[in-house]
């Protein structure tokens, strides 16, 4: 039963990533990380920092309750089932979901004009998080990742409209203040990470079911727990002596005659 136990680290990194958004909100509250501090800036050198800093930061309340669910539901099931690379998982898919964003040109695809942008959120992570345990599940092919990968599809198959500019589902009086980069990036990364991390960690358990072909009464342990409790069905069942033609050739012509 020990390998069915929740992962301590399951249920530590969560609770200490929430505690570290909420902290820092009380922060903003308070008048620090202002004008852009901390965040993402594309295209700018002093905007890298917010690689590192922009998921602790948000806009606003209902920003911040927006990211902590999901965040904690899905850094619980990275940890809890794929806890040999979750920590690698985790972090590359921070840093390169930051990296993809800074690196894309803040362009209004509608107007083709430059717009300086100032990214915060963890919503790059959770779109890491959300592909990475769907696609993840899908390339391995394992029974038990699949389920999970089933789990997040029925949570949070919602978040693939995220990817695209929200101005392409309603008309808006200004430019929408969600970040589609930040969803792009963290769902592009989430997937090429589950791509390449697809032969690690647990490998896939073959049934013998799955074998065709393959029957042994010895691995029927229902059988064989039968046999032992009910001798008595047995006893007649031995295997029947194989017919010799030839001792009984005279019987035989006699019924031809």
Not at 17 to 24: D, E, K, P, S
Not at 61 to 90: C, K, T
Not at 171 to 191: C, F, M, N, R, Y
Not at 206 to 232: A, C, G, S, T, V
């Amino acid at each position: 039963m020990q390998k069915y136990q929740i992962s301590p680290k399951a249920v530590l990194y969560p609770l200490l990533m929430i505690a570290m958004m909420w902290t820092a909100y009380y922060f903003q509250v308070h008048g620090f990380f202002g004008n852009c501090a901390g965040a993402i800036i594309p295209l700018v050198p002093a905007g890298l920092k917010g690689v590192i800093f922009s998921p602790f930061l948000h806009g606003d309340m209902g920003h911040l309750l927006a990211n902590s669910f999901p965040i904690a539901v899905l850094m619980f099931l990275l940890f809890q089932f794929y806890p040999v690379f979750a920590n690698r998982i985790f972090i590359f898919g921070w840093l390169f979901t930051g990296l993809l964003v800074w690196l894309l040109p803040p362009i209004d695809i509608f107007t083709g004009q430059y717009m300086y942008t100032c990214t915060i959120g963890a919503s790059g992570v959770v779109y890491v998080l959300a592909f990475f345990l769907f696609f993840s599940g899908v390339f391995q092919w394992n029974m038990k990742l699949l389920t999970v990968s089933l789990l997040v599809a029925m949570y949070y198959g919602s978040l693939i409209w995220g990817v695209l500019p929200e101005e392409l589902f309603s008309t808006l009086d200004e430019p929408s203040k969600i970040s589609w980069q930040s969803h792009l990036s963290g769902a592009v990364i989430g997937t090429a990470l589950a791509f390449f991390f697809k032969n690690k960690g647990e490998k896939k358990r073959k049934f013998i079911w799955e074998f065709p072909n393959y029957y042994n009464e010895k691995d029927d342990e229902l059988w064989m727990q039968y046999r032992e409790k009910h001798p008595e069905d047995f006893e007649d069942s031995s295997p029947r002596k194989k017919d010799e033609v030839w001792e009984r050739l005279e019987e035989l012509r006699k019924k031809d005659e």
